[in-house]
C-alpha cells in the first residue's frame, strides 16, 4: 500500500517535472533551494526527535528477534533494547539514509546534470517523514501502539521478502540459543 502511494507520488511528479524547464536557470535555483530546504527539515526533525527520546529516557526493555536481512544467509538476531535506544537507532537510520541520499543525489546532479530526481526528492520525503513511525509517535504524540508498536513492521512492495520482527518468547529464546551456539564457532 505504502510503496504504492508513493509510486503514484513519484508518477504525478515527474508528470509536473516535465512541465517545468528544469533547463531554465531560474527555475533550476528553486529546485535546488526546495531540495535544500526539505533535507534541512528533515535533518532539523532527526536532531529534535533525538533530543525528545533522551528527554524522555523510556528505559522499557524491548526483546524481538531481527529476521535475517532479505538475500543474505545471516542467521535471526535477538535484540535486547530499550525503547529509548531503539527509537534513537530509528532516528538514526532516517540520517544516514538522508546524507546517503544528499551525497547520491550531489553526483546526479553535479555530475550527471541530473535535475528531475532533485525535483522528487524535494517532495517524497516529507512523505516518508509524515509516515514515519518515530515522527508520528514523538513528533505528533501518537500512542506507541497498534501499528507504532515497537519493533515496528517493515513495510516494503517486496514484504514477501522481508520477514517482520517477531516478539513471541519461544522466538527469542531459539535464537538466543542459536545466536549462543554460533557465536561460539567464532571463537
Ligand atoms: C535514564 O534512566 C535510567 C534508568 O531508568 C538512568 O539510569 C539514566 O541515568 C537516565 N538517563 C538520563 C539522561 O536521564
Ligand atoms: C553538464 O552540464 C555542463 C554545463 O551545462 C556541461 O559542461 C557538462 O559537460 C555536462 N556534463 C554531462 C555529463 O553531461
Ligand atoms: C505501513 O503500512 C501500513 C498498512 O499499509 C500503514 O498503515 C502504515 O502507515 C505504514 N507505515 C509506514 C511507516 O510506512
Not at 37 to 54: D, G, H, P, S
Not at 143 to 151: C, I, N, T, V, W
Not at 175 to 186: E, M, V
Amino acid at each position: 500500500m505504502e510503496q504504492a502511494s508513493n509510486l503514484l507520488i513519484v508518477l504525478g511528479i515527474v508528470q509536473v517535472a516535465r512541465k517545468l524547464d528544469l533547463e531554465n536557470p531560474d527555475v533550476l535555483v528553486y529546485v535546488r533551494l526546495g531540495y535544500l530546504f526539505t533535507q534541512t527539515i528533515i535533518l532539523v526533525v532527526c536532531f529534535y526527535l533525538a533530543t525528545k527520546i533522551k528527554a524522555k529516557n523510556d528505559t522499557t526493555t524491548l526483546k524481538y528477534v531481527e529476521p535475517p536481512k532479505p538475500f543474505t544467509n545471516e542467521p535471526e538476531k535477538p535484540i535486547e533494547t530499550n525503547n529509548r535506544d531503539y527509537d534513537l537507532s530509528k532516528v538514526q537510520e532516517l540520517l544516514k539514509q538522508t546524507l546517503i541520499g544528499v551525497a547520491f543525489m550531489c553526483v546526479l546532479h553535479f555530475y550527471w546534470n541530473f535535475t528531475q530526481p532533485l525535483f522528487i526528492q524535494s517532495l517524497l520525503p516529507l512523505k516518508n517523514l509524515y509516515s514515519n513511525q518515530v515522527v508520528k509517535i514523538h513528533l505528533f504524540g501518537k500512542p506507541a501502539e497498534g501499528d507504532l508498536k515497537r519493533p515496528f513492521k517493515v513495510n516494503s512492495s517486496f514484504g514477501q521478502f522481508f520477514q517482520q520482527p517477531q516478539t513471541d518468547k519461544a522466538s527469542i529464546k531459539k535464537a538466543i540459543k542459536a545466536s549462543r551456539s554460533g557465536g561460539k564457532k567464532d571463537d
